[in-house]
């Protein structure tokens, strides 16, 4: 059987396309998810997730989309979502359970060198930024918001981060040397 008759049958709910669905496409999931993971059990959780919102999002799979590129799709958005509810969690204060007052202060310091960071960019980079990086906003929703062409806000948010590191790579070792405590 081929991809398109699974895809068929899948979407018709076939629990027997589904099995030969995921025996073709977990074990490649799951290496290609390790690589960036590097945690067993976080794998594992990601590459069910994917074959979870596989079953529900059936019906959105597009007649000749590739079913590889839908499900590797799926995994990215899951491994970056992973990457950001990490991070997030790091920047949080509120969730930041240091009892090491150095920590806290090293992270209030790195706080102030990005505001004064932010200070040396271009007015259109500190606002790409801002959406991008703190607001969590796509690149899409923030050349919409700001109504500059995706492009632009690529281009804009590539120079502002190549200017940020270079102005806070000292910063930059205190933070991550806090964050990878």
């Given at each position: 059987m081929n991809e398109e008759?699974?895809?068929?049958q899948l979407k018709q709910e076939s629990q027997?396309?589904?099995n030969r669905i995921y025996n073709m496409y977990s074990?490649?999931?799951y290496a290609y998810c390790m690589q960036y993971?590097?945690?067993?059990e976080d794998t594992e959780?990601?590459?069910q997730d994917v074959f979870i919102k596989l079953w529900i999002n059936r019906h959105s799979i597009i007649?000749?989309?590739?079913?590889s590129a839908f499900i590797f799709k799926i995994a990215k958005n899951q491994i970056i979502n992973r990457y950001k509810s990490r991070i997030n969690s790091y920047y949080n204060e509120e969730q930041?359970?240091?009892?090491?007052t150095s920590a806290i202060v090293e992270y209030d310091?790195?706080?102030?060198?990005?505001k004064k960071a932010m200070k040396n960019l271009s007015s259109t980079q500190r606002e790409v930024i801002e959406c991008v990086k703190l607001n969590q906003m796509s690149v899409k929703e923030t050349a919409v918001k700001l109504r500059l062409k995706e492009q632009t806000v690529k281009n804009a948010l590539s120079a502002g981060l190549k200017v940020l590191k270079e102005i806070l790579k000292k910063s930059l070792v205190l933070i991550l040397s806090f964050v990878l405590k």
């Open positions: 008759e699974l895809v068929y027997d396309a589904f074990a490649r999931l993971v590097k945690s067993r959780e990601i590459v007649h000749g989309e590739h079913l930041c359970s240091v009892s090491d310091d790195f706080c102030k060198s990005l």
